[in-house]
């Protein structure tokens, strides 16, 4: 291996450069100097200037990944109480549920009481009205047939009576109504009329 | 009678004293409205002799025609021709109302009333008399007799004078029968 003062010496052994260092890796020393000094300057520079910025920029990150924490506690929080409030909800819908199926057993059986007792009063107005039906219908048979009976008698009455009526009988009335007429007084005859 | 409706009443009223006061300066009053009576009678039993001369599309002049020819050899002229003046004049469905008016003029002016009769056989003339007789004794008034012959009444007979029938009809009684039954 090539010692330091051998690499100095050879590399002092070519024409210098001034665009070019000794070493092919290391500046030369005074460089060092300098660009460690300003190294340190610009450091703390950057220390003073930039760390707050950078302490508040983190810090800022911290309060928003914080405000993230906080705010998923808070939606969890919230989805739990959801939870239950949906659970309670389903709650009450199952407890309305079973209470409207209660009113519904309730009126179903009310319906079907009243309809019940409805029919039966149907059955018996409508039994009852057959009754006065058949009576009337009877009734009225029995007037009908009064009636034709009464048609049929005076209908057969006054054929017989035609029959009867010859000239002799025609004057006969005549003569009877004649007589009757004459042998009424004015008094009678407004009495009468 | 036929009754006269209230709207025509003056009308008809009007024809009825035209026709008693023609009648009765013929000095055929009598006979003219014992004629005329007749015919109100059949005209009020013939519906072909009511729509004959009550219809509008049979000129005034035929009508009158009918009425002459039905009329000729059974009335006097003047009966006929009072008639075709009722029927010319486009009155001719107010002519029993007329007539009637007519009859009760004649019999008031004889301070008479008006006994319509209605028998099912003509009566005699001596029947007549003695009918007229009784109805006055009956009701206290001369009578001046209107008899009808309608075989509807089956037999007997029915008297009307003013408002008092005397019903002695056969129909009366078999109509009460029927009811009784």
Redesign the interface.
Known sequence: MMSWDAFVAAAGEGEEQIDRTHSWIWPEGYEIWFGGIASVMIFGLLYWKAGPLVKKAMAGRTQRVQDELDAAKQDEDDAVAEAARIRQAKGDIESERTRMLAQADERAAALLTDGRERLDREVDELEAKAVADIASAGSRSSDELRAE???L??SA??RV??SS?D?A???R??????????A???A???AS? | MSPSNGGGDNRIDGYARALFEIARAEGTLDEVEDELFRFARSYESSEELRNALTDDAIPAARRQSIVEDLLDGKATPTTVQLVSLVVAGGRSRDLPAIIDRLVQRAASSKDAAVAEVR???A?TSD?ED??R???A????RNVNLKVVVDPAV????V?TVG????D?T?RTH?DQ??SR?
């Open positions: 009976i009464a048609r008698a005076a009455a006054e009576v035609e009526l000239d009988t025609q004057q009335l005549i003569e009877d109504f004649i007589a009757n007429v004459g009424t007084t004015p009678e005859q407004g009329s | 028998s099912a056989v009566l029947q003695r009918l007789a009784a109805l004794n009956a009701t206290g089956l037999g007997g007979i008297a408002d008092v029938v005397i002695g056969v078999l029968l029927t039954l």
